[in-house]
């Protein structure tokens, strides 16, 4: 079978730093995304990670541990535009084909 | 470059009926991909289109079927709609020698009385 797990919630205050956890189980695994949704709209791509280590942008980092079968997001600098779900998404990469397997999603929580 | 679009925006239909929605993928963008997405849950992927052939399908009856058009556009139809079909149809393109990353349109949010 195949699994994603990350926190349901997580609330923070503006300027500060929140790291968004993800684990998962699943066979075919080429990478792991990270994709923003804010309330009624379009699922946004962070963030991709194909091999094993750091990958920086702007205030958005991500991170995967291919061994530990976990990633992370990390957000820095807080703004309230960052209150939204992120999703953490497996690649599944096979026979010309790249499909998405999303997590359930964190809800992040900016307050002032 | 207008993106991913989609259409219509809402829809409201009845059990037993049929719905089709629409997608215009991204410009230079050669595969398209349907998600469904339940409130409160991740998206869940229906099935990808590529060279107007279905490529890959997720565990979803087959009262979910779709085309993909020469334009590379493509269409989402449901049949006999259930009250749990009521979800937000998402479709998103990309490039099929770009894996890593794929643009989603606005959505359709479909709603089953």
Aim: hydrophobic fraction near 30%.
């Amino acid at each position: 079978g195949q699994s994603l797990e990350q926190p349901s919630e997580v609330t923070a205050v503006e300027g500060a730093i929140v790291q968004i956890n993800c684990t998962y189980q699943t066979s075919g695994f080429y990478g792991l995304s990270w994709y923003q949704q804010h309330d009624g709209g379009a699922p946004t791509f962070l963030s991709y990670n194909g091999l094993d280590g750091l990958e920086e942008t702007g205030r958005f980092s991500s991170f995967l541990s291919r061994s530990d079968s976990y990633g992370y997001l990390l957000l820095q600098e807080l703004q309230m535009k960052d209150s939204a779900s992120y999703f953490c998404a497996v690649n599944r990469y096979g026979g010309a084909t790249n499909k998405l397997i999303f997590g359930t999603g964190t809800l992040l929580a900016v307050q002032p | 470059d207008a993106g991913v679009t989609q259409s219509p925006t809402h829809l409201i239909k009845t059990r037993g009926q049929q719905v089709t929605l629409r997608c215009s993928p991204k410009s230079g963008h050669d595969t398209v991909s349907w998600y469904q997405q339940a409130l409160g849950q991740g998206p869940q992927f229906i099935f990808q289109y590529y060279e107007e052939e279905e490529r890959q399908r997720g565990n979803f009856p087959d009262r979910f079927s779709g085309h993909q058009f020469p334009n590379y556009s493509s269409e989402l139809n449901v049949n006999a709609l259930l009250l749990g079909d009521s979800a937000l149809y998402l479709c998103a393109s990309s490039f099929s020698r770009a894996y890593n990353e794929q643009f989603f349109g606005p959505g359709t949010r479909l709603t089953v009385l």
